[in-house]
């Protein structure tokens, strides 16, 4: 195993980085629960119970605009009538209620769209790979406790052959000269 922080290699029973102090069995315990993304009594969220989630999600919303909808349709037909009970109901209760359902109305029809899109994600979504315990423990293991240097290529050039400049080749070094009064007098 590697130090996550510093990346020096020690076996699987060392508790501790002996040289920046590390943690290595709480590295161990959590690569064994399976990494950070899974949290203890967080239960990833299956395909389908995402799918069943959107569709309760855009039920309530259907029912509850359909409710608005039929409401507003029964308040608004017994205007022309004037003894019917909605009439009745009008002329008691404020224009504002009838704003009311109309709000009702479009928070339900917002609520059936994002069930919608739930549902549709989810059903985009690539079905999850399960790898056997073993298997996944040790495709972890790879990638996370690998020390950079291993998983970079090796390189093809040699730094002491690199320019001492940053501009490369569009500057050049100054002539060194050997300035006495020798060389200032003649």
Excluded: H
């Excluded at 605009?65 to 349709?73: D, N, P, R, Y």
């Excluded at 003894?83 to 709000?103: E, G, K, T």
């Amino acid at each position: 195993m590697f130090c996550p922080r510093c990346g020096n290699e020690y076996p699987d029973t060392q508790k501790f980085c002996s040289l920046c102090g590390a943690n290595l069995r709480a590295v161990t315990q959590m690569l064994d629960r399976g990494g950070p993304a899974q949290q203890e009594g967080e239960a990833p969220r299956s395909r389908e119970g995402t799918i069943q989630f959107g569709a309760i999600i855009s039920g309530a919303g259907f029912g509850f605009s359909l409710a608005s909808i039929l409401f507003i349709i029964y308040f608004l037909n017994g205007l022309g009538q004037p003894d019917s009970i909605s009439a009745s109901l009008f002329q008691r209760l404020p224009q504002s209620f009838l704003a009311l359902f109309i709000i009702f109305t479009i928070i339900g029809t917002a609520a059936f769209f994002s069930g919608l899109a739930v549902i549709i994600t989810a059903m985009l979504r690539r079905p999850e790979v399960k790898l056997a315990p073993g298997q996944e423990k040790k495709a972890t293991l790879k990638l996370v406790s690998s020390p950079a240097k291993e998983a970079l290529p090796d390189s093809q050039w040699d730094a002491t052959e690199a320019q001492s400049s940053l501009a490369g080749r569009t500057t050049s070094p100054l002539p060194q000269y050997n300035q006495t009064k020798t060389d200032a007098s003649g």
